[in-house]
């Protein structure tokens, strides 16, 4: 009989065991490197308190950061959850016809694309002498521009481009929530005489809200997780105008090798992921993700 109690929690073991060393072990070492000034060629470490905070919150690129990473994440929650539900919702409707399969193929294609391959991709789209977007806008006698080497296009042209690649995924998720709704509620709805919208705002989804909860938590943490796509076209600039969280946090490591800075970027990357994520579910007033 003791031998059926342990055997699930021997199952268990090996998932705690890679989820204490990857993730809760990294995350207590970083906050305590966040204390400390150190680097990569120096076996020595300083216990500096919170100077490494003082620092990083008083750095002239910190509201540029903080700014283009709330820009960042307000309009995906707006364009890829918001526009992503609705062309799920779309998707799911008769609208869509017998192309529905096709549509969805489309919308979710771009997901699939390296981040790193996109990124270079709309270099090439936003090169201002021979771009395509500029190439399009001459054709139709509208003004062009400089696009990534505008200081205050920079950031919303990256932003652009990670809305055209995952809006698609956000699609996919939510439409994979409505065809899990019972049709019964439909069709009891439809009986009633209600319409699309009001059988979208009144049974659609209510009853996928905790999926539409997971879509706006994914896009929040990737908001501030964003690298790769400023990395690819831009590296934070011009000047630092795209700057963003996760590439300061890359540069203090391995281009300035200030791993203390390069720690406290990490555990306010943590802090507010993880904050901004309670105050949704509280919101919500959810408890199942």
């Given at each position: 009989m003791r031998t059926r109690k342990i055997t699930p929690y021997l199952y268990m073991i090996p998932g705690v065991l890679m989820v204490l060393v990857f993730v809760y072990i990294p995350v207590f070492v970083n906050f305590a490197y966040s204390f400390f000034r150190l680097a990569s060629y120096s076996a020595g470490q300083t216990f500096v308190g919170f100077d490494n905070y003082r620092r990083f919150f008083t750095d002239d690129v910190f509201p540029i950061i903080l700014r283009n990473n709330m820009l960042y994440c307000i309009i995906s929650l707006v364009i890829q959850v918001g526009f992503g539900?609705?062309?799920?919702?779309?998707?799911?409707?008769?609208?869509?016809?017998?192309?529905?399969?096709?549509?969805?193929?489309?919308?979710?294609?771009?997901?699939?694309?390296?981040?790193?391959?996109?990124?270079?991709?709309?270099?090439?789209?936003?090169?201002?002498?021979?771009?395509?977007?500029?190439?399009?806008?001459?054709?139709?006698?509208?003004?062009?521009?400089?696009?990534?080497?505008?200081?205050?296009?920079?950031?919303?042209?990256?932003?652009?481009?990670?809305?055209?690649?995952?809006?698609?995924?956000?699609?996919?998720?939510?439409?994979?929530?409505?065809?899990?709704?019972?049709?019964?509620?439909?069709?009891?709805?439809?009986?009633?005489?209600?319409?699309?919208?009001?059988r979208a705002l009144s049974i659609l989804l209510p009853l996928a809200k905790e999926q539409l909860l997971v879509c706006i938590i994914i896009t929040i943490i990737g908001a501030f997780k964003l690298y790769t796509e400023v990395y690819a076209t831009t590296s934070g600039g011009p000047g630092n105008n795209s700057q963003v969280?996760?590439?300061?946090?890359?540069?203090?490591?391995?281009?300035?090798?200030?791993?203390?800075?390069?720690?406290?970027?990490?555990?306010?990357?943590f802090v507010i992921t993880v904050v901004l994520s309670i105050v949704q579910i509280k919101i919500t007033r959810s408890g199942k993700v």
């Amino acid at each position: 009989m003791r031998t059926r109690k342990i055997t699930p929690y021997l199952y268990m073991i090996p998932g705690v065991l890679m989820v204490l060393v990857f993730v809760y072990i990294p995350v207590f070492v970083n906050f305590a490197y966040s204390f400390f000034r150190l680097a990569s060629y120096s076996a020595g470490q300083t216990f500096v308190g919170f100077d490494n905070y003082r620092r990083f919150f008083t750095d002239d690129v910190f509201p540029i950061i903080l700014r283009n990473n709330m820009l960042y994440c307000i309009i995906s929650l707006v364009i890829q959850v918001g526009f992503g539900t609705i062309v799920a919702l779309l998707l799911e409707s008769k609208i869509a016809g017998k192309f529905k399969n096709t549509y969805r193929n489309i919308y979710y294609l771009p997901a699939l694309i390296s981040l790193t391959a996109v990124g270079l991709m709309f270099t090439f789209i936003y090169e201002p002498n021979i771009g395509f977007l500029n190439n399009i806008l001459k054709t139709f006698s509208l003004p062009t521009g400089t696009w990534l080497g505008d200081s205050k296009m920079a950031i919303f042209c990256i932003i652009a481009m990670s809305q055209w690649q995952f809006t698609g995924y956000i699609t996919l998720l939510m439409v994979v929530a409505f065809q899990n709704i019972s049709t019964d509620f439909i069709e009891a709805a439809e009986i009633d005489g209600a319409g699309p919208i009001r059988r979208a705002l009144s049974i659609l989804l209510p009853l996928a809200k905790e999926q539409l909860l997971v879509c706006i938590i994914i896009t929040i943490i990737g908001a501030f997780k964003l690298y790769t796509e400023v990395y690819a076209t831009t590296s934070g600039g011009p000047g630092n105008n795209s700057q963003v969280l996760g590439l300061y946090l890359y540069q203090q490591a391995f281009l300035h090798d200030d791993l203390g800075m390069a720690a406290v970027t990490g555990v306010f990357i943590f802090v507010i992921t993880v904050v901004l994520s309670i105050v949704q579910i509280k919101i919500t007033r959810s408890g199942k993700v």
